[in-house]
T-cell receptor
């Protein structure tokens, strides 16, 4: 089944404790991205990757890091999480770099930073 | 700058009513793409439709229909004979062909509640 998977689905952590949210897709998509969803703000892009070893900032990159060492994986790293990073995070992938193609989203990771 | 506005924060209807969700967008690009996604209570994001800027044909898929009007920069979504299963948050989104990273720019969403 074609899908985007994320782990963990739920995470409660404390301020300053480094964490990684994994994202993997099995559709051989070149493009991957991370979004965060906050009440009243919709979804905003954090980082994106057009292909392996090619990443760039989205609209809200502060406090996050990403890497793209393999085509299928695109982990999101919070080096020192803070309470304002409490949010619902979605990973997405898309075929190619064209804006025309729809993005497929993972199930989401709900992160709480205390 | 690009922007998507969904002015309706919440809508409540009774089953079998028709409901229209509004979406207004702003872009300077001549080539762009509009999307609708559904987020049911379970939380996942489900792709519903894509429309490109050169295709103003309206589309119907079962009880769902979409009205794209470039003259008013709108891409509205109508559910006919709504059902309880239609209860969800609906997002309208824009992607521009010339934008670096071609991110999806989302509206803030409209929460639709359908009661029986």
């Amino acid at each position: 089944e074609a899908q985007v998977t994320q782990n963990p689905r739920y995470l409660i952590t404390v301020t300053g404790k480094k964490l990684t949210v994994t994202c993997s897709q099995n559709m051989n998509h070149e493009y991957m991205s991370w979004y965060r969803q906050d009440p009243g703000l919709g979804l905003r892009q954090i980082y994106y990757s057009m292909n392996v070893e090619v990443t760039d900032k989205g609209d809200v990159p502060e406090g996050y890091k990403v890497s793209r060492k393999e085509k299928r994986n695109f982990p999101l790293i919070l080096e020192s999480p803070s309470p304002n990073q409490t949010s619902l995070y979605f990973c997405a992938s898309r075929k190619g770099g064209r804006a025309y193609n729809e993005q497929f989203f993972g199930p989401g990771t709900r992160l709480t930073v205390l | 700058a690009q922007k998507v506005t969904q002015a309706q924060t919440e809508i409540s209807v009774v089953e079998k009513e028709d409901v229209t969700l509004d979406c207004v967008y702003e872009t300077r690009d001549t080539t762009y793409y509009l999307f609708w996604y559904k987020q049911p209570p379970s939380g996942e994001l489900v792709f519903l439709i894509r429309r490109n800027s050169f295709d103003e044909q309206n589309e119907i898929s079962g009880r769902y229909s979409w009205n794209f009007q470039k003259s008013t920069s709108s891409f509205n979504f109508t559910i006919t004979a709504s059902q309880v299963v239609d209860s969800a948050v609906y997002f309208c989104a824009l992607s521009e062909a010339n934008q670096a990273g071609t991110a999806l720019i989302f509206g803030k969403g409209t929460t639709l509640s359908v009661s029986s």
